[in-house]
């Protein structure tokens, strides 16, 4: 081993004679690493049928994800029925309780919810998707989530997700609510806008456009789009 790899890293770092760490983002420890996860065309099983169930439903059919449900019949909440019948190609029904064997095809699997009436069952999905190191939502648990579900605003391309981080989710509905109505209508029809011009200059200069200023095409702001 040579003896700058075996020598302190730390000591390694340049001195940064100008620099000013008061301009740098504060850290706050204890908060989620909130991210936009992409599931196109990726499997996920959603455990239960109920209410809870419908709204899992909602948001992975906006992600274009491929879902197993995994629910008996008899349980079923209308919505969530509704969604069955007219996304037949987006969601494989299986009308049964969850079986271990559902998770068999482990490496297919991207992510679990569940979101059932049954702590028990909801444990025990819960110990074999570590045992499979799938990440897993267990609505309801907390100390059983990988992550957490957010109050999400959607309008065209743009997403907001609001999370307290499981202190108040009735909370996170109304911040986002509040969040929601101070923009304006159109904001998703001009945001689509940016994305046609962003897309139209990588054409005219490909490697443009993405850098922001730097590269010398500047993103439209808010007030260039009546925002
Ligand atoms: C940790 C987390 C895990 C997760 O689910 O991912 C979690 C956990 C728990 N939820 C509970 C209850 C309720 N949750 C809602 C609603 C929502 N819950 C959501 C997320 C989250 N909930 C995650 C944290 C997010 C954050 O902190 O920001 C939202 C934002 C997103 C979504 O689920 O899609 C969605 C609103 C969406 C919207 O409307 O926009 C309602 C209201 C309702 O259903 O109308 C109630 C009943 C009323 C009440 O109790 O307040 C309980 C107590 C159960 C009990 O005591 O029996 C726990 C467990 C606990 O807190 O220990
Ligand atoms: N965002 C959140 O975190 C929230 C979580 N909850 C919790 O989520 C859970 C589900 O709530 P709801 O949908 O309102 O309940 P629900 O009673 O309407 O639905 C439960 C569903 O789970 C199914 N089910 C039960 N055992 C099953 C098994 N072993 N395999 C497959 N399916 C099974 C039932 O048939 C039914 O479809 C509850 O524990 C509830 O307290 C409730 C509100 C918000």
Partial sequence: MSSSASSDPLSLIPNFPDEDPSTYPPIQPGGSLILAW???NKRVILVGGGNVA???LVHLL???ALIT?????AGLHPETAYRIKTH???IT???RHFQPSDLGDVFSISLVLTAIDDPVASTEIYTLCKKLKIPVNVADVPPECDFYFGSVHRDGPLQIMVSTNGNGPKLAAMIRRKVADSLPKDTGEAIVKVGELRKKLRGIAPGKGEGGQEDGVDEPGLRDLGI
Wanted: net charge positive.
């Fill in 38 to 40: 992409q599931v196109h």
């Fill in 54 to 56: 419908a709204t899992r």
């Fill in 62 to 64: 906006n992600a274009d």
């Fill in 69 to 73: 449900l995994i629910a008996p019949p």
């Fill in 88 to 90: 037949g190609s987006r």
């Fill in 93 to 95: 029904y299986i009308p």
